[in-house]
C-alpha cells in the first residue's frame, strides 16, 4: 500500500519562503515521477511541479518559475518543493503526488492524470 504524507506547510508573510516535504512509503521515489500540485478556494487543482523518475528533469508552471525548486532525496524516500519570494497567490492546499514508474518523457506529468497516488495536502497561507 503506497501512502503520501505531506508536511511543512503553515502561514508565512509574503516574500518568505517554505520547504513542503512529501514523505512516501510503499514505492520507491527513485523510479517514480513525482509531482506537486495546489488547490486554491474555489480553483481547480493546478499542477505546480514535477521531477523525473530518475531525477533528471524538473518541470514548473510558470507562476513558480525561478522561485520553486523541487528536489528528492533517495535516501529518505522524500520529495520537497522549496518555493522562495512567496506571494498571496501562493495560497493553497498544496498536494504531492505519486506518478508513474519508470515514466518515459513524452509522459505529460503536468497533468493531474498520470499521477496513482496522491497525499492528504498541506496548507500554505501567505499574507500580505
Known amino acids: 500500500q503506497v501512502q503520501v504524507v505531506e508536511s511543512g506547510g503553515g502561514l508565512v508573510q509574503a516574500g518568505g519562503s517554505l520547504r513542503l516535504s512529501c514523505v512516501v512509503s510503499?514505492?520507491?521515489?527513485?523510479?517514480?515521477?513525482m509531482g506537486w500540485f495546489r488547490q486554491a478556494p474555489g480553483k481547480e487543482r493546478e499542477f505546480v511541479a514535477a521531477?523525473?523518475?530518475?531525477?533528471?528533469?524538473?518541470y514548473y508552471t510558470d507562476s513558480v518559475k525561478g522561485r520553486a525548486t523541487i528536489s528528492r532525496d533517495i535516501a529518505k524516500n522524500t520529495v520537497y518543493l522549496q518555493v522562495i519570494s512567496l506571494k498571496p497567490e501562493d495560497t493553497a492546499v498544496y498536494y504531492c503526488a505519486v506518478g508513474p514508474i519508470f515514466a518515459s518523457s513524452d509522459v505529460p506529468l503536468r497533468g493531474p492524470n498520470v499521477y496513482d497516488y496522491w497525499g492528504q495536502g498541506t496548507q500554505v497561507t501567505v499574507s500580505s
Open positions: 521531477i523525473t523518475w530518475n531525477g533528471g528533469r524538473g
Open positions: 510503499g514505492r520507491a521515489v527513485s523510479n517514480s515521477a
